[in-house]
């Protein structure tokens, strides 16, 4: 008996992985300051600048994509912690830049106000810890943790996400964690002390009476310009 020959292909379930990942068509449909979180992004993995393509996009951002492992099998080296490092770098260090980009339009001075310092311990077994911390203070502005398989991303839309939710974090710390002052203007009193300060906040006391001041004690006030004594007194 003769047997029977198969005329159809097998047909297969499991789903066919995209040729590129990452399109200029996902792009396109980002807002610009999604657009400029990505692009950094890209270029920071890639140390160039880059044409907007399907090709230029998914290979500037290939370590990002999602994969079986902690990182794709192509971009493991020698060490397979430098990879997962770099991509959680990739994100956050971006994310440092743009919140450093905010806290000054705000008015805020770096090394006055902020100082960030990434930390990343890289793990392909455990989670990943990122830390932003503050180079001068006690300050811890950003701890987040993940494993790194799951630290990856489907669409330029979530690798922005991730990009400015982190920015937005720490421009919210510093903000929180920056010196305030309360200023208290004194004509014809004695103002000794201050107690009870709270945390991040300076008290500047400009009194105007300057009768019997000392002339090394005379100071033009920041409100109108005209002499006065300045205390200040911090929490």
Not at 150 to 158: H, I, M, P, Q, R
Not at 194 to 201: A, H, R
């Amino acid at each position: 008996m003769q047997a029977l020959r198969r005329t159809q292909p097998f047909h297969h379930d499991m789903k066919t992985k995209p040729r590129y990942p990452f399109t200029a068509e996902q792009f396109t449909a980002l807002s610009e300051e999604e657009r400029q979180a990505v692009l950094a992004v890209a270029e920071n993995l890639s140390s160039r600048n880059l044409k907007i393509s399907d090709e230029n996009l998914s290979g500037a951002l290939n370590l990002m994509k999602r994969s079986e492992g902690c990182v794709p099998r192509e971009e493991i080296g020698d060490d397979v912690l430098q990879p997962i490092r770099r991509k959680f770098a990739a994100v956050f260090e971006i994310a440092i830049e743009l919140a450093e980009a905010e806290l000054k339009k705000r008015r805020l001075e770096e090394h006055r106000d902020f100082n960030f310092c990434l930390v990343i311990d890289p793990s392909f077994v455990a989670q990943t810890h990122v830390v932003v911390l503050d180079y001068d203070r006690p300050v811890c502005y950003l701890h987040e943790r993940c494993e790194a398989r799951k630290f990856a991303f489907a669409t330029l839309s979530e690798v922005a996400k991730a990009v400015l939710s982190a920015k937005a974090a720490l421009v919210d710390k510093a903000i929180a964690f920056t010196t305030k002052e309360i200023r208290i203007l004194v004509e014809g009193g004695v103002v000794h002390e201050v107690l009870n300060v709270p945390p991040n906040i300076q008290i500047t006391v400009l009194d105007y009476d300057t009768d019997g001041a000392e002339e090394e004690r005379l100071e033009a006030s920041p409100v109108d310009g005209k002499l006065c004594v300045i205390s200040q007194f911090e929490g």
